[in-house]
């Protein structure tokens, strides 16, 4: 189990009032379903159950903690108002149930956030203000507007009415799937696996917490080591992409979690493609992320009762097709074949009744004619194809091969 101090600061999340929170919010947030899936628990040979916070109103867990925050508000807070610094499921998570409520709110962006969420937030009232190249400028401008015009600040994790309520969701999936020995967490700044792990350790001290970051951005596992995190980079995973920690979540339950399993891009990808194609959900790659921990450390979760919590599912949609097209891309199924031919009429012809009499299909086909790899005379061809799998693509390449076509995989 990992090490950690604790603090008196975080004596209020308890599971007493995690269950008070749960009955707070109850009605006002979707009871989202637990499922076992037969599917991924023989690929990954856990017994898996998912928790599908994707279907949430907003899309992502992040309600549970701001609707529990907001409903405990006092009559002169509420007026006054509530003001946050998130790009993403926090920033639309307040703003929906804040003018639910009648809270006015104001929502702090980086410049650089996608249009797509800057409207979502606009369109649940929400005053937005662009500001900065980060989230720590937009963070520091939001601290400045919260004195400037005396709001009410909501922390999207370092907050222990925001832990409590995502606490809400262990208690859930323990209700649905008492038998769970495991528990697979994103983590992020740490608030849902803080308020889980309370819950979870309190009600079963014996089942496995394991946390999950970016490989990029293990701020959590850096700061249980005492290490200074050196990491960063554009991930998919942007939800988790937290370069530090909070304090309150660290000390609330880094001493509850056994394991933190880093993924890399990779894994949330394949992650992600799974969920769509085998659960037919939409995820996010934060979302994502405890799948992609049990693909890339299938032994720490070998034989084990899993619950995973899909904590998101606000992925763009060219960013999802992507992550598809490249899914069909590592299985084999989209391949681009380069082969030298001779410059005359015809041989793209020949070539395609190759592949087609074979039952693939051509997608684009590139023509390098300047390429001096190729003879004077001659012609470089990327052909892409599709096909049913790895080894239908090596037939392809058999056939062009046996044909004089000298194609080699790209």
């Known amino acids: 189990m990992l090490a950690a101090q604790t603090d008196p600061s975080t004596s209020a999340l308890t599971l007493d009032a995690i269950r008070a929170a749960a009955k707070r919010i109850e009605g ?64 639309q998570a307040l703003a929906y149930h804040a003018q639910r409520l009648g809270v006015p709110t104001t929502i702090v962006m980086p410049k650089a956030t996608p249009f797509v969420k800057v409207e979502q937030t606009r369109h649940w009232g929400a005053e937005v203000l662009l500001e900065g190249d980060t989230f720590d400028d937009a963070y520091a401008h939001a601290c400045t507007v919260c004195d400037d015009r005396n709001l009410v600040f909501v922390h999207p994790f370092n907050d222990i009415d925001i ?33 889980m792990a309370v819950a979870a350790k309190t009600l079963k001290p014996d089942i496995r917490m394991i946390g999950v970051e970016a490989e990029m951005y293990p701020s959590f596992h850096c700061r249980t080591r005492g290490e200074t995190m050196k990491g960063g980079g554009q991930t998919i995973a942007e939800g988790i992409a937290v370069k530090q920690v909070g304090d309150l979540p660290f000390a609330a339950a880094g001493h509850l979690i056994e394991e933190i399993v880093l993924v890399p891009e990779s894994g949330f990808e394949r992650a992600v493609a799974l969920l769509a194609t085998i659960e037919k959900t939409v995820s996010e790659g934060a979302g994502a992320a405890a799948l992609a921990a049990l693909l890339v450390a299938p032994d720490t979760f070998k034989g084990r009762k899993c619950g995973l919590v899909i904590s998101g599912g606000n992925i763009d949609t060219r960013l999802l097709a992507s992550v598809l097209e490249r899914s069909l891309v590592r299985e084999g199924r989209i391949a681009i074949l380069r082969f030298i031919g001779d410059d005359r009429p015809g041989i793209l012809a020949t070539v395609a009744r190759i592949i087609g009499d074979r039952g693939a299909n051509i997608l684009q086909v590139e023509h ?21 799998d790895a080894r239908h693509t090596a037939e392809i390449m058999d056939a062009l091969i046996a044909a004089g076509y000298n194609a080699r995989r790209l």
């Open 368 to 388: 390098h004619r300047m390429k001096l790899d190729a003879p004077a005379k001659g012609v470089e061809f990327d052909i892409e194809i599709e096909t049913r």
């Open 163 to 195: 832990m409590i309520g995502q606490g809400t969701t262990a208690l859930e999936m323990l209700q649905d799937a008492p038998d769970l020995d495991t528990l697979v967490v994103p983590i992020g700044g740490g608030g849902l696996i803080a308020g």
């Open 28 to 91: 006002q947030i979707e009871r989202t379903p637990m499922l076992r899936s037969r599917t991924l628990s023989a690929i990954t040979g856990a017994e898996v159950w998912i928790k599908f916070e994707n279907l949430q109103f907003t899309s992502a867990f992040k309600e549970r903690g701001a609707l529990n925050k907001l409903l405990q508000m006092g009559a002169d807070e509420k007026r006054r108002g509530v003001i946050a610094a998130s790009a993403g499921n926090h920033a």
